[in-house]
């Protein structure tokens, strides 16, 4: 049986804690009141960020100072983008721990219904193939299927992509479009995913998978995707803050907009969907206008 340490107690964390307990190993749950890191790393054989995005700097570098035995597999579920950087989130542990072997996890996973004992099945992905089965052993389950994938940096990005994509989605069902235009959107948005994501070294096969395709569908067709959530409340009238307010809980999509359009201009990727989002998001137009826009665009091969 495996040592388990995560770090985060949000719902992602303890559903993790949960798929790892039923498997009948160890696990640790750190939170910032208690207990220290110090005794969260020390003896364990995977250690799991299950933070928000704008918790990993800060917790990496507090990481950098302890020892870590370089035995110790480091397993990231981050889904964004940090905003000052650009950084995935395994780029930035990579920086503070960089003897570490890492993996990260991604999936069409909601936690509710991880929690709920609903079946699932989510990606690991790493350099290190051992590394990849080691977590894969440690949380696959009869309701939890885990495969393994050799791109981390494309089931990394998948996941964190299809948050911008999912405030698009909800847009477009806030304003009752229908399901041809939701259908196509998806589509088109993924073709964006692919694009930006190549850019960064990652395998396109990677998207047609369940890290990309997979949560794509799942994030922009379930009410409880707070991405989604968000597009939704825009299009019926609220505004930013107030749709944040309602939903109560970090919606990742925000910040991973903004990093990802710094990028998109800093290397001239086009990516209109990604960019209406981001001008919704700004208070620039309207979902309305982001639609006509989208539509009135210059007719070019599929």
Known sequence: ????????????????????????????????????????????????????????????????????????????????????????????????????????????????????????ATVVASRDLASAELVQTIFASHYFRVYTNPDPIGVELGGTLKNVIAIAVGACDGLKLGDNAKAALITRSLAEIIRIASHWGA?????????????????????????????????????????????????????????LIQIADREHIYLPVCRYVYQLLEGQITPTQALAGLMARDLKPE
């Not at 950084?87 to 003897?99: D, E, G, N, S, V």
């Not at 109560?248 to 907009?257: A, C, K, M």
């Open 203 to 259: 395998k396109p096969e990677t998207f047609w998978g369940l890290s990309g395709l997979g949560d794509l569908l799942a994030t922009c067709n379930s009410p409880l995707s707070r991405n989604y959530r968000l597009g939704l409340a825009l299009a019926q009238g609220q505004t930013l803050a107030q749709a944040i307010a309602s939903i109560g809980s970090t919606i990742e999509g925000i910040n991973t907009t903004k990093a």
């Open 1 to 120: 049986m495996a040592q388990v340490s995560i770090l985060g107690a949000g719902a992602w964390g303890k559903a993790l804690q949960k798929l790892a307990l039923v498997n009948g190993h160890t696990v640790k749950l750190w939170t910032r009141n208690a207990p220290t890191l110090p005794e969260i790393v020390g003896n364990c054989d995977l250690l799991v960020s299950a933070l928000p995005m704008s918790a990993v700097r800060e917790v990496a570098q507090m990481m950098h100072t302890l020892s870590i035995e370089p035995q110790v597999v480091f397993l990231s579920t981050t889904k964004g983008l940090d905003v000052q950087s650009g950084l995935t989130p395994c780029q930035i542990w990579q920086t503070y721990l960089p003897h570490q072997s890492l993996a990260v996890m991604s999936g069409p996973n909601l936690s509710q219904e991880i929690m709920a004992g609903l079946p699932s």
